[in-house]
């Protein structure tokens, strides 16, 4: 991202020493003294949108008007709670996500703040998991971004209610109409306004509560008023007259949107209330909102603008009304832990206990990984594992299936980049394997394998940043300086033709002869996904006499051959394979079975002419009218494919398709293009075929024609 390495630093660290202090002598010491909130009054909710959206503020503005801290933090200060690593708040933006609990009136909040780049994208799905609902956070200058797509299908897949925060309403393009349709359109959802802004831009300065008709106006008279106070009273004609017409007409549309959606306030518009909607009682308006809410069938919409401090407290006020509380959703186990912390971002105290429903730490456990599920004891994890059985609907499922649907973990994308990384001298290489694995822990995206070749450790990441914050981490919490190879592209491998291949293994160990014959064919597959597990058939004179115990060596053969393609070891895709003949001596062990047919997959791959694949990733560049043609020529000489150009306010979108290899330090050369007034975003989409001179250009970087 553009921006990101703009952002002002200056005596962050002293600032950041002063947040420690402040924190621990308000946080978690003073308000959250009992644990103890009946569960309807508890929200489990998460921060969730594009990166630069606007969640910190928000979260930071949350904090101080809960009483929680007693100065406001800035991101461009670099000392607000929740970006509290070194490198959030160098660089202004959020890494790893961060919890914080804090109370609402009669409630208690724990929220989540997440990051909004897409190298951490994991870090996001890992939250989601644990949440009951969340907050998007949207620049109303700019709608729905590329990002905000991504964390609203990986909030879709975990089906979680949301409520929608417009932010940003004071800056100079921000539109709420504008915002409105792009969410309308982009997230395909329908949003329920339930506030009018009052001005706009730099007029923006209050909001109608379109459910009561209170208007809420910041009489702010300086850049340091921190928005505690406002004004709030009933909107009459004669306050303004145009103004009472539109929230007039914004309450009809948000009363027939929500009968349309919930029958039980349908029956209410429709008789006792049908001769005039202004007699519906806000309550039961609000419970109607709620339902709908919750059923996820719309999203409640609000606005304010953290950083100018308007329009958080109604934002709290409706995590309050509108998100669900954790006994309305449905869980499946209960945990038990020895030593439980409340987190508040990077301070904790130690509770003695927890409800069911709330978010705590634990400590100590030596085995598990981010997106483990954890239960008391086998026997609870067995019953959880019988009734996640019984509601697959009768369905009967395996005891595979069943543990894959307990321990589900979170999705992680495979890594797109890698590099080796080396430690300082041989005698820190024990220090850096640990550092790796307890960081590995943490995030499930980081993968470290060691090339087995040349023995070096490979790191592989999602993406640029990914990895640099992991080599920083490295140096600043481990204490270990370590040197990264070249960013290298995590490639595919796929075949071209069918072909057949036979091997024969016929080895004596000890007193024991172990033999083996198999012949094997394999085929390209055709499909729009990208599967990288092999799909595996068998003849029928093999599948009638294999027994079971066997078939899993042969798959374990023919899966682990893919992991390692035969021309540059990347993993093989796309393919389906036919088991056509099998022998089997008695007394062969079920290694050799899989080293056979291992040995059989790599020579039918070779035969079969290997396809070198290539990240090709989704680009959303927005960029002002006046640096569209740099940005574009700059695309083209970079195989780019330019999709759309869509407009934006006064700027201009372009999304375009372009091979990962060509994005390397492209933050640096589009912010010297356009003045770093432009931002991007990067995902991966598919994987293409390098075209055959490609193909024999990256050989011969590699030394290999
Ligand atoms: N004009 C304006 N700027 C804002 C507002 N809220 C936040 N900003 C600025 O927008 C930038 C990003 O704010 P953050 O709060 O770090 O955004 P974020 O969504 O947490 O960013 P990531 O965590 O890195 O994804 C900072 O420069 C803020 O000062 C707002 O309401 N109005």
């Not at 030593?339 to 100590?364: H, K, Y």
């Amino acid at each position: 991202m553009v921006r990101e390495q703009t952002r002002p630093c200056a005596s962050r660290h002293q600032k950041a020493k002063e947040k420690v202090k402040k924190v621990s002598t308000l946080g978690p010491d003073s308000a959250c003294k009992s644990n103890v909130f009946a569960l309807c009054r508890i929200r489990n909710i998460g921060i969730m949108a594009h990166i630069d959206a606007g969640k910190t503020t928000t979260t930071e503005r949350m904090l101080y008007y809960s009483g929680y801290i007693r100065t406001l933090g800035d991101v461009d200060d670099g000392d607000t709670v929740t970006d509290f690593m070194v490198q959030e708040r160098e660089r202004g933006i959020t890494i790893q996500s961060a919890a914080v609990t804090f109370d609402w009136k009669d409630y208690r909040i724990n929220l989540i703040d997440t990051p909004g780049h897409v190298d951490f994208t994991v870090e996001v799905e890992r939250c989601l998991r644990v949440l009951d609902g969340a907050i998007a956070v949207f620049d109303t200058s700019a709608g729905v971004e590329a990002q905000t797509l991504t964390v609203w299908r990986q909030a879709d897949k975990h089906q979680i209610p949301r409520i929608c925060f417009l932010n940003k309403m004071d800056k100079n393009r921000a539109s709420f109409t504008y915002a409105v349709e792009s969410i309308k359109l982009k997230l395909k959802t329908k949003p329920l306004l339930l506030q009018v802004p009052i001005g706009e831009a730099r007029t923006f300065r209050g909001l109608v509560d379109v459910v009561t008709k209170e208007q809420i106006i910041w009489k702010a008279t300086s850049d340091l008023d921190d928005g505690k106070n406002f004004e709030q009273k009933l909107l009459l004609e004669a306050d303004d007259p145009n103004l009472f017409q539109e929230v007039q007409d914004a309450r009809n549309t948000l009363i027939e949107q929500v009968a349309d959606l919930d029958d039980e306030f349908a029956e209410l518009v429709l008789g006792e209330y049908s001769e005039n909607f202004d007699l519906i009682p806000a309550a039961k308006l609000r419970s109607a909102i709620r339902r709908v809410t919750l059923a996820q069938k719309a999203v409640p919409v609000l606005c304010g603008s953290a950083l100018k401090n308007k329009g958080v407290q109604p934002l709290l006020d409706a995590i309050t009304m509108y998100l669900p509380a954790p006994n309305e959703r449905s869980y499946e186990f209960l945990e038990r832990m020895s030593r439980l912390l409340l987190p508040f971002a990077d301070q904790q105290t130690e509770i003695p206990s927890l409800m069911a429903g709330n978010i705590a730490l634990t400590v100590g456990l030596k085995q598990s990984a981010t997106g483990d599920t954890i239960v008391s004891s086998k026997a609870s994890a067995v019953a959880a594992a019988r009734r996640a059985g019984r509601d697959a609907g009768g369905e009967k499922r395996s005891t595979s299936d069943v543990e894959s649907l307990l321990l589900a973990g979170v999705e992680v994308p495979d890594p797109v980049f890698f590099c080796t990384i080396e430690p300082p001298s041989a005698a820190k290489q024990q220090d850096l394997d640990n550092a790796l694995n307890c960081l590995q822990r943490e995030d499930p995206s980081l993968k470290v394998k060691v090339d087995p070749d040349t023995g070096q450790t490979i790191l592989c990441g999602m993406g640029e940043l990914h990895i640099e914050i992991i080599h920083d981490r490295i140096k600043r919490e481990y204490g270990i300086e370590t040197y990264l190879g070249p960013l290298q592209i995590a490639y595919r491998e796929t075949i071209l033709n069918a072909a057949q291949a036979t091997d024969i293994l016929d080895r004596t160990v000890g007193d024991k002869r172990h033999f083996v014959t198999s012949e094997l064919e394999v085929r390209p597959r055709l499909g729009e996904r990208a599967v990288t597990k092999p799909i595996i058939e068998y003849a029928t004179s093999v599948i009638e006499v294999l027994p079971k115990e066997l078939q899993g060596a042969v798959e374990n053969g023919i899966t682990n051959s893919c992991i390692q393609g035969p021309l540059l070891g990347f993993p093989v895709q796309d393919i389906e394979v036919t088991v056509q003949s099998l022998t089997v001596h008695p007394d062969t062990s079920h290694t050799m079975v899989s080293a056979c047919v291992s040995r059989c997959m790599q020579k039918a791959l070779k035969k079969a002419g290997i396809q070198i694949l290539e990240p090709l990733m989704n680009l959303e560049i927005t960029v002002s009218e006046d640096h569209l043609s740099a940005a574009l020529a700059d695309l083209a000489q970079r195989r780019g494919s330019i999709q759309e150009i869509q407009s934006r306010q006064d700027n201009r979108v372009v999304v375009a398709a372009v091979p990962l290899a060509e994005t390397m330090g492209y933050s640096t050369v589009l912010r010297s293009l356009t003045s770093g007034s432009a931002t991007f975003t990067l995902e991966l989409a598919s994987y293409q075929a390098l075209n055959s001179q490609e193909q024999s250009a990256l050989l011969q970087r590699r030394g290999l024609v």
